[in-house]
């Protein structure tokens, strides 16, 4: 039998003061947890922010935040594998936002999940 190792972390957002620290430290903002991240099979994470440049955020009753793109590289380099977008907050810069969120995460080969374009309906399915 064969087992596996899975880690799921809660929010992460690399905003406002923290961005800074974020992209100046890359995975070292997650201190102690460095190893329990890279030796999990499977790590996961809520990013709770868009990773966006855009200064025009959606009309909303709370506040809207985002973080530079690169701060996945802090994501990426930690080792965690896989980042939720499914929050309230992922669509405070709109599609464009999302997108952006999305490119970041592949080009650092973070898995996302929660959000993005919607399958096809086959067969009426």
């Not at 992209?23 to 709770?48: H, M, P, Y």
């Not at 955020?57 to 080792?79: F, L, Y």
């Amino acid at each position: 039998m064969q087992i596996l190792s899975m880690l799921f972390c809660g929010d992460f957002a690399p905003c406002r003061r923290f961005e800074n620290v974020t992209l100046e430290n890359g995975a070292e903002v997650f201190g102690a947890l460095g190893s329990e991240i890279s030796g999990s099979d499977i790590s996961f994470l809520n990013l709770e922010t868009p990773l966006c440049t855009s200064s025009h955020p959606i009309n909303k009753s709370g506040g809207a935040i985002r973080a530079d793109p690169e701060c996945i590289r802090a994501v990426s380099e930690a080792g965690f594998t896989v980042a939720g977008l499914a929050n309230n907050h992922i669509m405070d810069y709109g599609p464009d936002g999302l997108a952006s969120t999305i490119e970041a995460c592949e080009s650092h080969g973070v898995r996302y999940c929660g959000a993005g374009s919607n399958l096809p309906i086959r067969n009426g399915q």
